[in-house]
């Protein structure tokens, strides 16, 4: 009788799933970072990059994980050329000498399964700064076309153009800068 416990005891060990990092790559095309600034106080302006690239690693049973984002300062669309030129040069951007602005986490916060913050440090032109991006939606699950796990977020967090030598026209252009992420990625 001992013998039949055991081999119960052992075989019902051999069914336990044991929860692992799970790996997933930036949807680069379900992906749009943005900032919006206060223009002269005539009104709130929000413009995007179109490419980001990086990977977020979530084990929701050890409430851990990490986020590393690569956001490409030439792809910042404001909606018109010239503008998008302008707001590349060295007074704001200055994409020729800093090509990438980079968020890689220190920390990922959880309430139940889901993560609610992510601390980190975000670089712009060469500056890095300590950020808490605020995750206000987080969704976990099959993407019913690829047919494969993926997630999705949307994060926010506001941070000052000055700590980030892009300081031109501050106070009129608002110094306060909400940074607004929505992300999806999918499982390697």
């Keep these: 009788m001992k013998k039949l416990a055991i081999a119960l005891a052992f075989a019902s060990l051999s069914t336990v799933?044991?929860?692992a990092p799970v790996?997933?790559?930036i949807d680069t095309t379900h992906t749009a970072p943005r900032f919006e600034y206060n223009h002269f106080g005539y009104s709130n302006q929000i413009h995007s990059f179109d490419k980001t690239s990086g990977k977020i690693v979530l084990d929701s049973?050890?409430?851990t994980g990490s986020v590393d984002?690569?956001?490409d300062t030439k792809s910042v669309n404001t909606g018109f050329p010239l503008?998008?030129?302008h707001i590349q040069d060295k007074d704001f951007f200055d994409t020729a000498e800093y090509p990438t602005i980079t968020f890689k986490s220190t920390g990922v916060k959880f309430e139940g399964d889901k993560p609610v913050a992510?601390?980190?440090k975000l670089t712009i032109k060469g500056v890095t700064k300590p950020v808490t991006l605020t995750v206000t939606s987080f969704q976990e699950m099959v993407n019913p076309i690829l047919k494969r796990d993926a997630i999705g977020a949307n994060a926010v967090a506001k941070i000052k153009r000055t700590d980030f030598n892009m300081g031109k026209y501050a106070p009129y252009v608002s110094d306060?800068?909400?940074l607004i992420i929505a992300v999806e990625?999918?499982?390697?």
Excluded: Q, R, S
């Design 185 to 188: 990625a999918v499982k390697e």
């Design 61 to 63: 049973a050890a409430k």
């Design 23 to 25: 790996t997933f790559n």
């Design 17 to 19: 799933t044991f929860a």
């Design 118 to 120: 992510v601390e980190g």
């Design 83 to 85: 503008f998008n030129e």
């Design 176 to 178: 306060d800068v909400n």
């Design 69 to 71: 984002l690569t956001i």
